[in-house]
């Protein structure tokens, strides 16, 4: 039986200010006639905004509610407030403000109040406060502060902040923020403990419906089972498979969402539903309203600097994932994929970054086969930022140098061309990088172009462009990282398995450069593509035999296909 699609969804703006006196944003999604029907207050998640929650207030109204979702003020989004300031403290100001609204506009004065991750710390103080709240569900829920920061930083921040070390501003997962102001208010108000969240469950006289992860590197199931404890009317609910990032998996967004309509149904009506029987929004609808929230957050100026400053910056951290073992897992496939370096193979690296890939071949592949006889292979890789491709040089000669010693050459076995230039141009002759990217056609053997398209503009034309200058019987590799990636679990086994001091200040690093990569994405500067997605365009320019692939961590998604 197939899905009931629900169309005549509205989302209204509406302003309405907090204790303070600061604007809150929020939109209000429902039916036309549903003018009775209850309200769900979703919150926002750490770091991100009310359109992240597009998709779940889209169900929810789909199946019988009605939807307020808003940004929290002193934070990422259209509310008032920099992030700079943010603290647990005003956000539970915030869900008593959008309780206020409710009431005075709508004359609702009951709701089911929902969180995600950090936000869930806010929404149980606010559900023990209010009485208001006649259910709360949680997803992925962070019970303990004190441990997830332990957990992500591998450092007892809080712990550390108490004993009197200071921090300033430090950026949080892509946003900066004053971390001795967060802390002082959450140590004050005594958020940052397990023992915290159980005591304000405890006080909480409404059903609590608990999602937990199976599978969070954050969050330990031992700790959401302790604060159930003291709270019979908590029920948990675990997403089987899942990690803190619970979008990352789309059957596991999709089967979540199901979930929660379903538990919030049996809250506010008499006739349960199962979940094969929860209705969809129709996608162009919520298509259509993501369009239109993504173009005003791209209004908010987040990121100073050009597109080559930021990435230059980011290909600076990058070079830990060298050590990373799910990183040289994803190398060999996309190794395996372009197949052996032939002679007189000419290789193209499409954003060879800071070279990584190209170590790879030069270790890897050449080794095999030292091209005593005949011409040699060529690799050319071609990157935006000058740092990129500097460090990309040294790396590749001093690979190149050490593959000679090794094989007892006084040739090198492979030559190494680069240029600096803009691959968003690639093939537009009234572009500067594009009068400097002028290839004949079928000019190359093998092409890998490793986790750029989500970057640029226009990928598809990119996409064209490589496969006009590609070989007939060649080979190509793109590869993306996936919608809502979650490097959480590749973080936790780097930093606890083997990593030194400086690696782990590093893999921080990335983390915090990671989640500004989040951060453009959802403005839609950069888009991640799902398996199909990236099929879908690859086949689209021509290329046949198309393959796709899992890889890093199944957090990225790597297609193989020849011309």
Not at 41 to 50: A, C, I
Not at 223 to 237: F, K, L, P, T
């Amino acid at each position: 039986m197939s899905d009931i699609q629900v169309s005549d969804i509205i989302s209204e703006q509406v302003f309405y200010p907090n204790c303070d006196g600061k604007k809150i944003v929020a939109y209000v999604d429902s039916r036309t006639g549903d003018e009775d029907a209850p309200f769900v207050v979703v919150m926002p998640k750490y770091g991100e905004t009310k359109k992240n929650n597009l998709s779940l207030a889209y169900y929810l109204v789909s199946n019988g509610f009605r939807v307020i979702r808003f940004d929290f003020t002193s934070h990422f989004g259209e509310s008032d407030g920099a992030m700079l300031d943010f603290t647990l403290s005003e956000a539970v100001g915030n869900v008593t403000a959008t309780l206020d609204f409710l009431e005075r506009t709508y004359g609702c004065e009951q709701v089911t109040l929902l969180a995600n991750s950090l936000s869930s710390l806010v929404a149980v103080r606010a559900a023990s406060l209010e009485r208001r709240v006649i259910h709360l569900v949680s997803v992925v829920g962070v019970v303990n502060l004190t441990h997830t920061l332990v957990k992500v930083y591998q450092d007892d921040l809080v712990g550390g902040f108490i004993q009197g070390r200071r921090y300033g501003v430090l950026d949080i997962l892509g946003h900066e923020v004053h971390m001795d102001r967060f802390f002082e208010a959450t140590v004050r108000d005594e958020f940052h403990r397990l023992e915290d969240m159980a005591r304000d469950i405890s006080r909480i006289d409404a059903p609590i419906s608990w999602f937990p992860a199976s599978n969070d590197a954050w969050v330990r199931m031992e700790d959401v089972q302790y604060v159930a404890r003291g709270n019979e009317q908590m029920s948990i609910h675990p997403i089987e498979g899942a990690m803190h990032e619970v979008r990352e998996s789309q059957d596991t967004a999709e089967r979540s969402l199901r979930m929660i309509v379903k538990v919030c149904r049996a809250r506010h009506f008499e006739e349960p539903i199962s979940i094969e029987e929860v209705k969809v929004p129709d996608r162009r609808t919520l298509f259509g309203q993501n369009r239109i929230e993504r173009e005003r957050l791209r209004r908010i100026k987040v990121f100073e600097g050009s597109e080559t400053d930021f990435w230059g910056q980011y290909l600076d951290k990058y070079r830990v994932m060298e050590k990373i073992d799910d990183f040289q897992g994803y190398l060999d496939l996309v190794g395996d994929l372009m197949g052996a370096l032939e002679q007189d193979d000419i290789l193209l690296d499409a954003g060879c970054g800071n070279g990584l890939f190209g170590v790879w071949v030069l270790r890897d592949l050449v080794q095999k086969k030292a091209f005593q006889d005949g011409r040699r292979p060529v690799y050319m890789g071609i990157e935006l930022t000058a740092s990129g491709l500097g460090e990309a040089i040294e790396k590749h000669k001093t690979a190149r140098d050490i593959l000679a010693e090794t094989h007892e050459r006084h040739n090198p076995a492979v030559d190494l061309v680069y240029a600096r230039a803009d691959l968003e141009e690639f093939g537009d002759r009234r572009k500067t990088w594009g009068k400097i990217l002028q290839f004949s056609d079928n000019c190359f053997d093998k092409i890998v172009c490793s986790l750029l398209l989500s970057y640029l503009d226009k990928p598809e034309r990119l996409l064209k462009q490589l496969h006009r200058v590609l070989q007939p019987g060649g080979r190509i590799v793109v590869s993306s990282m996936k919608p809502f990636c979650d490097l959480s679990a590749i973080y936790r086994d780097f930093i606890e398995q083997k990593a030194t001091k400086s690696e782990v200040e590093s893999a921080r690093e990335l983390l915090r450069a990671a989640g500004a990569i989040k951060v453009k994405e959802e403005q839609g500067y950069y888009n991640f593509f799902s398996a199909e997605q990236l099929t879908e365009m690859v086949e689209g320019a021509g290329f046949r035999r198309v393959q796709c692939f899992a890889s890093l961590g199944n957090q990225a998604n790597v297609v193989a296909a020849i011309k």
